[in-house]
């Protein structure tokens, strides 16, 4: 947990009209007017009653601002002539703390207390040097003065009373006290903003402690109240950040970043946090420049050196990390949360056998401390050592039972319990057998097929077994992924763990494709274990869905027609912030497709030897840069330079294509200023104005018809007028002109295709969605319209041939799969008809009508063997549904398949029950005549 550097205020009120003016500068300075109560407590200082205090106040609001030299400088000259004054020497012992320079700080503390032995702060600031030195015995009895102080006092200071729970927090993780956690929130720092409700600093040690155990639902509103009352809080914006960071929201998490170090450039945690971002992004030199400037405030801090060091060990230095881990060790020879934050920040680069040996390194160095033990469950959970995770996690849980993250995860594991598990040659697959059992059979064959492919694909086999698990409910999958409940995903690698939602899960909107999404997640499972866990994000991701089969969604092309338009795509250097840090869902989308296309453009261009090179290369530690130099033998300039012109091939591929870039309507009459004779910008203008003007809108479009009759987007214009009038015959005749044009226009195409359509003139209407089809290929629009028109007509083998350009286009879209294996039985197409209905099972298992569709084209192509369990499974699932006469009908295919594999009784035992429930049901009628001749 990141720990942020105390803003406490011991003021020493000597009057009650010095009282009062003191208040109002701490009040200014509670508030965030840092100036003004600078100004205030500069005044105050002048005389010579309040000097002491007003000193103090000063040095507070250069620290609010990060000016920690001059913080120090006012309490050292103020000590010049004050020098027995133990307020001053607390402060002094706390800003030498706040620099790493803890020989003074002891000794300004101890002075302190030796002049008033109940000085708080000075003894917090002595307790945290012993602590972080590892002198554990001494920090433990200066945590525990806190609590008998506490007990035996009555304190009536906000700024004590805060310094009392952080003590009594260190007490409690130190000796697995977790109720007191809820007393300290609850009672101590809710007393404190009950002296003064201005005093924000309860609120924000609130809001970190419940940030530590992971409860962001409570940590955030006590961190708006903090920054309720002081707008200026730096501390509260970086708690926020981390919040966001929590939940993977790193868009949000650096907008915090940079309001905190708007206020306060040298935060600490906030430069740490910035850092993490970079790390997240892959940005290791930004990183590194952050954590340096962190460095520079306080030498000796162990979040800073910690993750300084992991970076070294990210660059393979091990010298480099060496010399850290052996400086840290000479001011602090316990340091486990040095190697606790080497773990954390490698296990978030994916590094976990390394970020493992860092944690236990840490446990055992700092037992009593729960950070690093909860670290190593979840990290066992991350790698499927659900065993050891739960005897780990078990023991977090016993010393502090408040850590979400904790309590999910052991919630995870006895929800997991109750699973069952299939063992293959390559999987162990877990299940809940009253909601999957069919789906885990169907999975399990698909995985090991799944698994032959992408071994040879890659030349690689994982060490196995590898765990899958299919979660009954999204909340669960969430819990195990992230080990809490708000992952937006349905699937999920972990590192040695392929976890998803079941689609029939509670909280998946519809079915999905869960073999895409299997399929997906375990090219991330090769690619990750044969690089060492070392493969860049965007290029796993490429990998992946060209592995799922599919074309590039219509939803990509869009975007990927417009960016290139603007000339706003992604590259290799921004590409890795795009799927963690999305400016946009678009962006994110844009990720995705672009990282396919940099494979394609590799194994197209350099040859499909490339993706094992770049593999292998990242497995050797090279970075994007150096693989590509090694793998394609060009410069990143010039491989980056082709990539670009490739990409513009591809949009301009796609036929008929709008190339017209969204105008605003001032943009519009500037370009017709420099082109005033231009048709195209005129008709366009015109459409701008159908909605604001519609008498300029007319009198555009007549000027360009004047030059062209049958020019496309004028037409539109003038028939969308006259269909506003009622002239619905002469705005017909207007979108005919401009159906006659050379020039495709997709506006006119839909409104001309949908009159047709709506005036039941269904061959027409077909001719233009046919003809808007043959220039917009990728463009869904006109395939459903097809659809609507050919069901219209009964033309089947129109709608078949439709359908199998719908299917590819939406690998979730189910229903088009089932109508389309209908059609191809009603055809006498049985064996297309057994792979459509299969893809349909990749996406829902339990739908009746699949399974009979299934089982129906396995009768067809006389594979009577594998008709029998779709076709029993189909009765079954239409008689739980209490669909009587589709039950029999499967029941009756299924006697078909026994008949065809000579088991004359079974068919017959069927036959008899169908017709005890519908003694008039035809076919099984004709079917026991058949069998009564069959030998």
């Known amino acids: 947990m990141k720990r942020i550097g105390l803003l406490l205020v011991v003021v020493l009120l000597s009057s009650r009209v010095g009282a009062a003016t003191l208040d109002e500068a701490r009040t200014r300075w509670l508030k965030g007017n840092y100036e003004e109560a600078r100004e205030l407590y500069e005044q105050l200082a002048k005389n010579a009653k309040y000097r002491a205090s007003a000193t103090v106040g000063i040095s507070r609001t250069w620290q609010s601002q990060g000016d920690y030299d001059k913080a120090l400088k006012v309490v050292d000259d103020a000590l010049e002539l004050l020098t027995k004054d133990a307020s001053l020497l607390a402060r002094r012992a706390e800003l030498l703390y706040l620099r790493g320079r803890w020989d003074e700080a002891e000794k300004a503390a101890n002075q302190a207390i030796k002049l008033a032995n109940a000085q708080l702060l000075a003894r917090w600031v002595r307790a945290q040097i012993y602590r972080d030195r590892g002198e554990f015995t001494k ?102 950040g981390i919040a966001s960071l929590q939940k993977y929201d790193l868009k949000n998490a650096e907008l915090f970043a940079e309001q905190a170090l708007k206020i306060n450039p040298n935060l600490v945690e906030a430069l740490h946090l910035r850092a993490d971002l970079h790390l997240a992004a892959g940005a290791v030199n930004q990183a590194l420049a952050n954590l340096r400037k962190a460095h520079d405030v306080n030498p000796r801090d162990e979040q800073t050196l910690g993750r300084i060091a992991a970076v070294f060990l990210l660059q393979r230095k091990q010298g480099e990390f060496d010399k850290i881990a052996k400086k840290v060790e000479s001011f602090d020879p316990k340091p486990g949360e040095f190697y606790r934050i080497v773990g954390e920040t490698l296990e978030e680069r994916r590094r976990f056998l ?106 690689y086999q994982p060490a196995g077994p590898i765990l899958v698990e299919v979660f009954n409910n999204h909340e ?3 819990g195990r992924t992230i080990a809490l409940p708000d992952l937006h995903t349905i699937g999920a690698c972990t590192g040695r763990v392929v976890a998803m939602v079941s689609p029939r899960g509670r909280g998946v909107a519809r079915p999905f494709n869960w073999a895409r999404v299997l399929r997906h997640e375990l090219v991330h499972i090769f690619n990750l274990e044969q690089t060492r866990f070392q493969v860049p994000h965007w290029f796993t991701e490429g990998l992946a869905v060209i592995s799922e089969g599919f ?62 090179g770049m593999l292998q290369a990242y497995a050797d530690g090279l970075d994007t840069d150096s693989a590509i130099r090694q793998v394609c033998q060009v410069e990143i300039k010039e491989f980056e330079k082709g990539y670009q012109s490739y990409v513009k091939k591809i949009v301009l591929s796609m036929e008929g294509g709008s190339d017209e870039r969204p105008r605003t309507i001032q943009e519009l009459r500037a370009e017709i200023q420099k082109k005033p004779d231009d048709p195209d910008l005129a008709a366009l203008l015109a459409e701008h104005y159908l909605r604001r003007d519609k008498a300029e809108a007319r009198k555009l479009a007549e000027s360009v018809l004047k030059q062209n009759p049958n020019h496309p987007r004028a037409c539109y214009v003038k028939a969308v007028l006259l269909r506003a009038g ?99 039985l009603e055809t006498g197409q049985p064996q297309k008809a057994v792979r459509y209905a299969w893809q349909a099972l990749e996406i829902d298992v339990l739908d009746p009508a699949v399974q009979l569709a299934y089982g129906q084209g396995l009768l067809g192509v006389k594979r009577f063997a594998d008709a029998v369990e779709p076709l029993e499974l189909a009765a079954t699932l239409y008689d739980r549904s209490s669909k009587t006469a589709q039950a029999n009908d499967a029941r009756v295919a299924l006697a078909r398949a026994y008949m065809g594999l000579k088991q004359k009784d079974k068919a017959i035992q069927i036959v008899v029950r169908v017709l005890a429930r519908d003694p008039d049901h035809l076919e099984a009628k004709k079917l026991q005549k058949e069998l009564e001749k069959m030998p």
């Open 139 to 240: 920090a433990d009895d200066e945590f525990r003065w806190f609590v008998r102080y506490y007990n035996d006092h009555d304190i009536d200071s906000p700024e004590d009373l805060l310094l009392v729970g952080l003590a009594g927090c260190e007490n409690a993780r130190w000796n697995k006290l977790s109720d007191q956690f809820e007393f300290i929130l609850n009672e101590v720092y809710r007393d404190a903003l009950k002296l003064d409700k201005n005093f924000w600093p309860a609120e924000l040690h609130a809001g970190l402690l419940l940030l530590e155990k992971y409860n962001r639902a409570e940590a955030i509103p006590a961190f708006d109240k903090a920054l309720s009352i002081n707008p200026r809080a730096a501390e509260a914006y970086v708690g926020k």
């Open 354 to 459: 390394e970020a493992e040996k860092f944690f236990k390194r840490s446990v055992e160095l700092r037992p009593f401390l729960p950070w690093a033990r909860n670290r190593l469950g979840l990290l066992y959970m991350r790698l499927g050592k659900e065993d050891v995770a739960q005897k780990v996690l078990a023991e977090a849980f016993e010393a502090d039972e408040f850590n979400v993250r904790v309590s999910n995860s052991l919630k995870v594991l006895r929800h997991l319990a109750k699973y069952k598990t299939i063992k293959t040659k390559h999987f162990h697959l877990r299940f809940d057998p009253e909601n999957d059992a069919h789906l885990a059979k169907f999975m399990s064959r698909y995985l090991e097929e799944t698994y032959d492919t992408l071994a040879a694909e890659f030349k």
């Open 551 to 612: 074309p590039r969604p219509q939803l990509w092309n869009d975007i990927l027609r417009r960016r290139v338009s603007t000339g706003d795509l992604l590259d290799l250097e921004n590409i890795n912030l795009a799927f963690i840090r999305p400016r946009s869902p678009e962006e994110w989308n844009l990720a995705y497709c672009q990282s396919q296309l940099y494979v394609e453009y590799m194994k197209e261009h350099f040859g499909r030897q490339t993706v094992g």
């Open 726 to 824: 009622g002239e619905d015959q002469e705005a017909l005749k207007m979108l005919q002109a401009g159906f006659r044009s050379e020039k495709f226009d997709a506006k006119l195409y839909r409104l001309l295709g949908q009159i047709y359509y709506d005036s039941r003139r269904f061959a027409e209407a077909a001719d233009i969605f046919e003809k808007a089809r043959q220039h917009q290929p990728h463009q869904s629009y006109w395939l459903n319209q097809l659809v609507k028109v050919y069901a219209q007509t009964n033309r089947k083998e129109k709608l078949i041939e439709v359908y199998e350009a719908i299917v590819p286009m939406d690998a979730d879209d189910l229903d088009s799969r089932k109508e389309l294996a209908r059609l191809l």
């Open 476 to 478: 669960m999958f969430s």
